[in-house]
């Protein structure tokens, strides 16, 4: 989710300074998991990428760390409440990619951030635990709403404003979240996408600063308040560059696509359900040294193109299939390009979390086939001459080292 | 270009054995290995184990001669173990030819064993090379069954008329098994039976693929011209040709599923080799890799056996049936005798020796003297294609 957030800001054309992934489930512990998203988005090797990881708090912590460096902020999040739990009925899951910047293409100035750090046992867990906990309601929002109204009170000072024109206010508490709500009046109030979208944990803050610039006008202030391991008000100010459509990409832009899910393969991906697996032997998990050697192929979907024949090569190739010369290929980058189904099949003896697999050869625009597995479809619904776009996924995870690699997808309307 | 001069009646078969193949529980490879070279000597009572000069091994199962030799303690004859993925057998059937042929020996012995079983999975199991995990994980089937919705968008062919035609090849294939003792499966399971079995990929269900078996099978080459000295009616050798592809097919966009270049191209040096213009009409009966029923039709119409758009038509007239005008698969083919990956190569050659001695029983097939084997390795796109074709005369 973190790298297809990041792609639609095409990061590899206009490589950010920094990279920061903030999330409440990291893929590694130990590891750099924006490392992985840094290989996948094909940014330079200069680039400082780091995850600022744990907490709901860590997706503010990020946006902080990539507005003092120019960078990317990342705040990608899967929430993990047990079946039948309140955190299953009201998570939802999301990503959101946040560009900081300079200069004359910035579309909202970051005004000011006031903060209050306070300590108290609110909501809690224990790392290698799948949920978390939580204190009593009543004690949290009775925490939560005086720090809270002191952070707006300052930040609206110090601007010298009576009332922002657009506000947004989080909590993973929901209760804390409705009072905070009554403060503001409803014109200025952005939708509270925990109804539609559930709370999303880092994510969350945002959603709601993407929710807003969608509608901001020109040089209209935005309050941005989130309670969660103490209290912040941020508020930021448009420019005139907020209609730039090319700046805000995001579900609200006309992606309706919905793929139903249901019940029991939510649980399945979640590895809260395990399910009779087929009688074939376990995948092996890629080994470190090949996937270095091919790091951009199996990280940047990049293959090869032949420089004296132009034939393009996936994965790419020393020696080319058409004109034989050899060593004298550029790199080909496919992951943003469009592929076309040339035949299909579905699997129904192979390995995945969500069988059966649909498997498909595909032929890219300008080039290139590939075998490649097709996710968030409908396999009765695939035909061949369908067109497909490739997204980063996760195959399979085996003894202990996840497989990230691409695959395809029916294209979307956008 | 030459691309594998021709060794055309150099060199001759003189005796083969086969186990059973099947799901047997009770043997090893080693008991397999024992019982091939066992009934493969038997039948040339002039020869005694120590008369062999050397071995090609054909499995993916060991990595070395060693198994063999410890098996049939062979002493230090040289043993080799080779291996091309499906078409091992005949890989280690070619290299005895040639070792005969060079006169780096008398007297090879080639020998193709799997032992598949052991495993406990379904389907083939292929153990994978350390690897960056950008590989397919796709099963043989499905990798087979991507041919279906490209040769019937190609050729115009509805859904319910392809199911028809894979139906009827393996039913053709299982009707000609119940015919051999040494298959696999030995039922004849009906048209609907076959075409309602479990889906395993594509539009294919169980029965459309070839049964996981284990078993052995060897054969003895010696020099042509004294074949004879050795048994009555030797299998003289008029073709060996492989065909290896570089993968275009799985990269490029100009492949379409409904051919394999590797089948036409070693196809086409065969026929050169043996001199053959009309494969149709020249080639009595063939043996071919049906590991999958689309990979049968699509063989037909790359050996040349049917035009290119029609082979789903000729199988579905029944022009390869055991009465037919070309029969194809007469033991049962992998559909039905099973397909122990090493041994499968010298399975085929098996038949075309127990049909050309006419000593296949049952099925024999009248006045036949000519015969193909195809053995294919690999997947659509990219694959390793062997052909032989075979004579029961001299040149």
């Known amino acids: ?414 | 270009m030459i691309v594998s001069k021709s060794i055309k009646d150099s060199v001759a078969v003189i005796g083969m054995g086969c186990t059973q193949f099947g799901e047997l529980w009770d043997k090893s490879a080693t008991d397999l290995m024992i019982e091939a070279v066992q009934e493969t000597l038997g039948v040339v009572p002039a020869l005694e184990l120590n008369d062999l000069d050397a071995y090609w091994l054909g499995t993916m199962g060991s990595n070395s001669g060693l198994p063999l030799a410890k098996a049939l303690k062979t002493g230090y004859k040289p043993i080799t173990r080779v291996e091309n993925m499906c078409a091992t057998g005949s890989e280690a059937f070619r290299a005895s030819c040639y070792a005969v042929a060079a006169g780096a020996c008398d007297v090879a012995m080639a020998i193709g064993v799997e032992k598949l079983k052991d495993s406990g999975t379904s389907g083939l199991v292929i153990p994978d090379p350390i690897r960056d995990g950008t590989f397919s994980e796709m099963t043989a089937p499905a990798l087979y069954s991507m041919i279906v919705p490209a040769y019937c968008k190609k050729y115009g062919v509805t859904e319910q008329e392809m199911k028809e035609v894979l139906t009827r090849i393996a039913w053709k294939n299982h009707q000609n098994g119940s015919k051999n003792p040494r298959a696999q499966f030995k039922n004849c399971p009906d048209k609907d039976m076959i075409a309602g079995s479990p889906t395993v990929a594509g539009q294919l269900g169980v029965l459309d693929c070839s049964g996981v078996a284990d078993g052995a099978a060897a054969a003895i080459v010696v020099s042509a011209d004294r074949a004879s000295d050795y048994c009555e009616h030797p299998l003289y050798v008029k073709a060996l040709s492989i065909a290896t592809g570089s993968g275009q097919g799985t990269m490029s966009p100009e492949y379409d599923f409904t051919t394999f270049p590797e089948v036409v191209e070693s196809a086409r040096r065969a026929y050169s080799q043996a001199g053959i213009s009309q494969p149709g009409d020249e080639i009595d009966f063939a043996e071919v890799h049906d590991c999958f029923t689309p990979t049968e039709l699509v063989l037909m119409e790359d050996l040349g056996f049917s035009e290119r758009g029609s082979g789903w038509r000729d199988a579905l007239a029944g022009r390869f049936d055991l009465d037919g005008d070309l029969p194809v698969n007469p033991d049962g083919g992998l559909k039905s005798f099973g397909h122990p990956i090493g041994a499968s190569g010298l399975r085929m050659l098996f038949e075309v020796w127990l049909q050309l001695s006419n000593s296949a029983g049952e099925r024999q097939i009248s006045g036949v003297s000519t015969a193909l084997t195809n053995n294919l390795g690999g997947q659509p796109g990219e694959c390793v294609s062997f052909v032989g074709i075979f004579g029961s005369e001299p040149g």
């Open chain 1, 1 to 414: 989710m973190a790298v297809e957030a990041a792609r639609r800001l095409s990061p590899s054309t206009n490589p950010p300074e920094t990279l920061w992934l903030a999330t409440t489930m990291p893929a590694y512990a130990d590891r750099t998991n924006a490392v992985g998203m840094h290989a996948a988005l094909r940014l330079p090797d200069h680039v400082f990428s780091a995850d600022v990881v744990g907490a709901i708090r860590s997706g503010l912590g990020a946006m902080r760390a990539a507005l003092s460096t120019a960078g990317l902020a990342v705040l990608s999040d899967v929430r993990t409440g047990l079946p039948g739990s309140a955190d299953e009925a009201r998570g939802g899951d999301a990503a959101v990619a946040i560009q900081f910047g300079r200069g004359r293409d910035v579309i909202a100035e970051w005004l000011y951030h006031e903060s209050l750090t306070v300590d108290f046992l609110d909501r809690w867990r224990v790392p290698g635990a799948r949920n978390s906990k939580t204190w009593e309601e009543r004690f949290t929002v009775q925490e939560y709403l005086p720090i809270t109204k002191e952070v707006v009170s300052r930040v609206l000072q110090r601007a010298s404003l009576d009332k922002p024109d657009h506000v947004a206010v989080l909590s993973p508490d929901p209760r804390t979240t409705r009072e905070m709500r009554n403060w503001f009046d409803h014109e200025c109030l952005s939708e509270d996408l925990t109804d539609k979208i559930g709370f999303t944990g880092t994510a969350h803050l945002g959603l709601a600063l993407g929710q807003i610039l969608q509608i901001a006008k020109p040089g209209q202030t935005i309050l941005l308040v989130q309670a969660s391991d103490g209290a912040d008000a941020i508020l930021l100010r448009t420019t005139d560059q907020i209609g730039n459509p090319e700046a805000t990409k995001g579900p609200w832009a006309g992606r309706n696509q919905i793929n139903e899910l249901d019940y029991i393969s939510f649980l399945t991906w979640r590895g809260l359900l395990q399910r009779e697996p087929p009688r074939r032997p376990e995948p092996v998990g890629p080994a470190a040294p090949p996937a270095v050697r091919n790091r951009e192929w199996k990280m940047g979907l990049v293959g090869s193109q032949c420089q004296a024949c132009g034939r393009t090569h996936a994965p790419p190739q020393r020696v080319c299939t058409e004109c034989h010369i050899v060593d004298n290929m550029l790199p080909h980058p496919l992951a943003d390009k469009i592929a076309t189904v040339a035949t299909y099949t579905v699997d129904h003896l192979a390995h995945s979390l969500s069988p059966p697999v649909i498997a498909a050869m595909i032929d890219f625009e300008g080039g290139g086939r590939i075998e490649t597995e097709i996710t968030d479809a409908d396999p009765e619904a695939i035909s061949v001459g369908d067109n497909v776009e490739m997204t980063f996924r996760r195959r399979f995870t085996a003894d202990g080292v996840h497989n990230y690699f691409w695959k395809a997808r029916p294209v979307r309307e956008s």
